[in-house]
């Protein structure tokens, strides 16, 4: 008897479950919520360069979001975190987003790229070459 509960009650589940999945109105006629926006912009990554990752010259504007921008984009990990510190520091919350930083130098960048911090993990040759971090530390590096 415990086994056809059981059994009925997995039968049930499983079509509650599959009927959820398939877009099945809500029970006893309640409105489904509006439809999907877009994505946020951390999200929509910029499609990488095409050519050579290992000859100078890239955008480090262009290289920053796409090898960063999961992170360093508005509404990404690392823009909330340290959009949290620079307002503990007494700053504008605008200071979270890297780009608009002016207190970075490059070596400090490429250092913070290849080592990490606090939540950051290191990035490697393979992840960002060292031409493509040259690139992006020029662009993030206004301190000089």
Do not use: W
Not at 111 to 127: F, I, L
Not at 129 to 143: F, I, M, N, Q, R
């Amino acid at each position: 008897m415990k086994r056809v509960v059981l059994a009925s009650a997995m039968i049930v589940l499983g079509a509650s479950v599959a009927l959820a999945q398939a877009g099945a109105p809500a029970p006893h006629g309640a409105p489904m919520g509006p439809p999907p926006g877009p994505p946020p912009p951390y999200q929509l990554r910029p499609a990488y360069p095409d050519g050579d990752r290992l000859k100078p010259g890239g955008d480090g504007k262009v290289l920053f979001e796409a090898h960063c921008g999961y992170c360093h984009l508005p509404g990404g990990m690392g823009t909330n975190l340290l959009t949290k510190q620079q307002m503990m520091q007494g700053r504008t919350p605008d200071q979270g987003l890297l780009a608009n930083r002016t207190d970075l130098t490059g070596d400090y960048v490429k250092a913070v790229v290849r080592n990490g911090k606090g939540a950051m993990p290191p990035q490697t040759k393979v992840d960002l070459t060292d031409v493509e971090l040259d690139a992006v530390a020029k662009y993030l590096g206004k301190a000089g």
